[in-house]
């Protein structure tokens, strides 16, 4: 790389879809001019997003055998990857999330790429996942860590825990937290198409295990009647079940489920409590957009979600799975008004740290740092 040519970085993620860290992925690669991304992806994906790239003039490409937890694609992924990175002589490659992450980094090591980076944005050992995947992911981890120069978190809390897991040394680790175009939020007005009376509790993700949707209507229906609503906002493989059980509980009056939502600013604006009862998570950025929005958070006390919310000061925390506590604090939230205002404008001003600014501008320090250790090693190689 001479002195006048833009760095070239490439960006592997598992899955192209609509989620916190294809977000950030994107913010990412939209908001640095000085570099040539190309973002690469594995066998799911949503046009959507593979279109917005390819407008903003960032190159895209596929790798069908990078699957989701899938053990028998991964040899082949790794040297399909590795032939390509070969070729294409990228400086660095950036990759994010589990698989994409194990995969792409055994890849670019057997391709000799000078920096390796890595973004961690979720815990993946968790309780509720099979103890053996948990192992079997833990050994990659630590092994990819070797090839691995800098490892970027969402959360102190994150890298703790991986060096407490004996992932990498205290050196490789950076955090970033996840940025969020904070004025869409303050500044929307409220949807007025959404399902059920004010006050409105609102749950937006993906509709996937882990992100505990059983545990929100676990505590619903321990609630009984109550005022107001509950929203479940998103998309995925349990649509149809989440369907059936509100159906089968009888709680068809009180949750509704709106399918995927392009307006989540607007959402955000007209419900009044966010939940967010995960297994495993890293720094969500539903949560910071929940804050940007004046909104109260009940949250499970796990990974970076304590350095997003306080507990007692602008939410609560909640042990994983712990469906009671959840009804208890819904039912608190519902019935105070005015706590619900003050700690949403807590909220409010502590989203301030959370900002895509603030996040491109640390992650492009990342980079200028590596890309100096490279030219450095060049130096005094030559």
Same mark, same amino acid.
């Given at each position: ?12 993620? #598992? ?9 950030? #992925?994107?913010? #990412? ?65 950036? &990759? ?18 000078? #920096? ?36 970027? &978190?969402?959360? /102190? ?20 937290? %996840? ?37 929100? !209507? ?19 493989? !349990? ?12 709680? %068809?009056?009180?949750?509704? !489920? ?55 000061? +602008?939410?609560? !925390?909640?042990?994983?799975? /712990? ?8 039912? &608190?939230?519902?019935?105070?008004? /005015? ?37 450095? +090693? ?5």
């Amino acid at each position: 790389m001479t002195g006048s040519e833009r760095p070239r970085v490439f960006h592997l993620i #598992t899955r192209l879809l609509k989620g916190g860290a294809e977000a950030k #992925t994107i913010a #990412t690669v939209c908001g640095l001019d000085d570099y040539a991304f190309t973002v690469g992806y594995g066998a799911e994906y949503d046009s959507d997003q593979v279109d917005r790239l390819e407008r903003e003039g960032i190159a895209t490409k596929q790798f069908p055998l990078i699957r989701h937890y899938n053990p028998v694609t991964t040899v082949p992924a790794v040297l399909s990857l590795a032939r390509y990175l070969r070729r294409e002589d990228f400086d660095i490659v950036h &990759t994010h999330s589990t698989e994409a992450g194990i995969i792409g980094r055994f890849a670019a090591a057997l391709a000799g790429v000078p #920096t390796i980076v890595h973004t961690v944005h979720g815990v993946p050992f968790a309780d509720d996942r099979n103890a053996f995947l948990n192992r079997f992911v833990l050994a990659c981890e630590r092994q990819a860590a070797g090839y691995t120069d800098r490892i970027v &978190t969402n959360a /102190d809390v994150i890298a703790d825990d991986y060096l407490a897991r004996g992932i990498g040394r205290r050196e490789q680790y950076t955090t970033v937290y %996840s940025g969020v175009d904070l004025d869409a939020f303050m500044d929307a007005e409220p949807a007025d198409d959404l399902p059920g009376d004010r006050p409105r509790v609102v749950m937006v993700g993906r509709l996937a295990d882990g992100k505990g949707h059983r545990v929100l !209507l676990d505590a619903v229906e321990s609630l009984g009647e109550f005022d107001g609503s509950v929203c479940i906002v998103g998309d995925g493989p !349990l649509y149809d079940p989440l369907v059936a059980d509100v159906e089968e509980r009888g709680l %068809s009056n009180r949750v509704y !489920l709106t399918g995927f939502r392009d307006d989540i600013p607007r959402v955000l604006a007209a419900s009044d409590v966010l939940v967010l009862p995960s297994f495993r998570e890293g720094t969500p950025r539903v949560i910071t957009e929940a804050m940007a929005s004046g909104l109260p958070v009940i949250a499970t006390d796990i990974a970076g979600i304590p350095e997003q919310v306080v507990d007692g000061e +602008n939410g609560y !925390l909640i042990p994983t799975g /712990d469906s009671e506590a959840l009804a208890n604090r819904v039912d &608190t939230l519902l019935a105070d008004a /005015d706590l619900r205002e003050r700690m949403g404008a807590r909220g409010q001003a502590r989203a301030q740290r959370f900002s895509v600014a603030t996040m491109v501008e640390e992650l492009d320090s990342v980079y200028q740092k590596l890309i100096g250790e490279q030219d450095g +090693n060049r130096n005094s190689s030559g």
